[in-house]
């Protein structure tokens, strides 16, 4: 196994993913890939439904294997660690839910305590105020002692995240933390994400479709579609890219590289019932 | 083609089936290995043992009154026949120790308390909480399913035992209070009959095992259901009947080992 985690801390990034393939059934979804993570910045991953950008959470956290290819966090390869060494690894990480997926059937305090609890042994009443640190960091001291589902929609992602940074982990992976959000909410969360990012001098992945709040944020960006990173920059490169997809994603237009229509036979052949005759006629 | 069609389909079955009990042996044996810290752990079990076996308990108790009072009037009228109705109590009392003691209350405990730990499960993955759970460092399977598994495992041959004692009195109810069988007969008969070995520790055997098959069954269908609101809802009713198939398939097999003399 890889030597410990703080003897590759001279790197400048926290991970690294080199040549992954990964491919559902007979769909590629990621074809040599290569990303970096760059140490304390904010990294977003960008790019439309479907295009597999919760999966590389999911590589970086170790809940799926790619097909080949390694995943670097720390210097130690995710999908060759053993069950055991996977657990250690992911308790220097804090991945935020799309769903917060808060445990349901116990208050926020204990889930905000639940990973204190699980992995040390502290006195309760140091463990209290650890936890009350984290609600106030994210503003739901008041709302402690309420129960998940008692929570809007916002303040659930909220206490997910007091949860995520719980035991102040290295890097934190954010899936989707703006989408179905009011503005308010969306701005709180920008803000938020900021603010944990600088203050805690946290490594941040975000994944998200949401442009202009993931630009304003974000200080390198990944624009993955079609099972290849298709862009890449700062903010401002990616607005100068002359990329058509790039152009297309950053400006919301309905067609262009990425097509509007699933892909279908021709609509002529189709309303005059040839399409499923022959494949050559046209 | 269409032959090579059917091979390639039975093939795939195959392939899916032994997958499922591949994936199925992998979390008995991850539940029953991976003993967690006490600290943890026995509170955990104690929640389960209360919400798997206690809230069972009225479902359990009515259920073997009633089966206890139909065994009563029902074999009343047949021994009455052979003018051996003091053997009441004997033949009410090794029909439920041995047989629908253990085998009723599996088939309850499936419909009660195995359906319930499907869908909880399954309802905890389809909201992310099992893979949220894993990013924590903390394995959902020593957290979530192997104090479920343990506390099905415990609850269902106390719960049997329970269903028996309870099914005897009903029996007494009707043989002795109603049709006024004279109660000594009906406990002593019952009591120079029964046979410790080949009565009760069958039955409580026979329990455990279907303890395991139905836990078993619970937690993994919830585990490896698909994560949406048709794939727990079908998991659910995998687990009932998946368990009472293989509660009656396995009842034959352990009735025909203890007691069919070879």
Known sequence: MSPSPTAAQAGPNLVEVRNLHFSRGKRVIYENVDLNIARGKV??????????????????????????????VNGQNIPELSRDALFRARAGMGMLFQSGALFTDISVFENVAFPIRAHTRLPEALIRELVLLKLEAVGLRGAAELMPAELSGGMARRAALARAIALDPDMIMYDEPFAGQDPIVMGVLV?????????????????????HETLSIADYIYVVADAKVIGEGTPDELRASNSPFVQQFLNGKPDGPVRFQYPAPSYRDEVLGRANQSGGRR | MAAVEQVRRLGEGTIEALRSLGAAGVILWQAIVMVPRPRTAVPLLVRQLYSVGVLSLVIIAVSGLFIGLVLGLQGYNILKDYGSESALGTF?????????????????????????????????KATEQLASMEMIGVDPLRR?????????????????VIFSA?????????????????????????????????????????????????????????????????GISRATTRTVVYSSLAVL???????AVMFGGF
């Open chain 1, 43 to 72: 990294t977003a991953i960008m790019g439309p439904s479907g295009s597999g950008k919760t999966t590389m959470l999911r590589f970086i956290g170790g809940q799926l294997r790619p097909d080949s290819g390694k995943v670097l």
């Open chain 1, 191 to 211: 803000t938020l994400i900021r603010t944990l990012s600088e203050a805690l001098g946290l490594t941040t992945v975000i994944v998200s479709h949401d442009i």
């Open chain 2, 92 to 124: 009410v009392a090794k029909t439920l120790v041995r047989e629908l003691g253990p085998v009723v209350t599996a088939l309850l405990f499936a419909g009660r308390a195995g359906s319930a730990l499907t869908a909880e499960i399954g309802l905890m």
């Open chain 2, 144 to 160: 979530i399913v192997a104090p479920r598994f343990w506390a099905g495992v415990i609850a269902m041959p106390v719960l049997a």
């Open chain 2, 166 to 230: 309870i099914g005897v009195f009903g029996g007494k109810l009707i043989g002795v209070d109603w049709l006024g069988l004279y109660s000594g007969s009906y406990w002593g008969n019952m009591q120079s009959s029964m046979v410790f070995d080949k009565d009760i520790l069958n039955g409580i055997i026979k329990s455990v095992v279907f303890g395991v098959a139905v836990t078993w069954i619970a937690v993994f269908q919830g585990y490896d259901c698909e994560p949406t609101s048709e």
């Open chain 2, 249 to 255: 398939g396995l009842d034959f097999i352990l009735t």
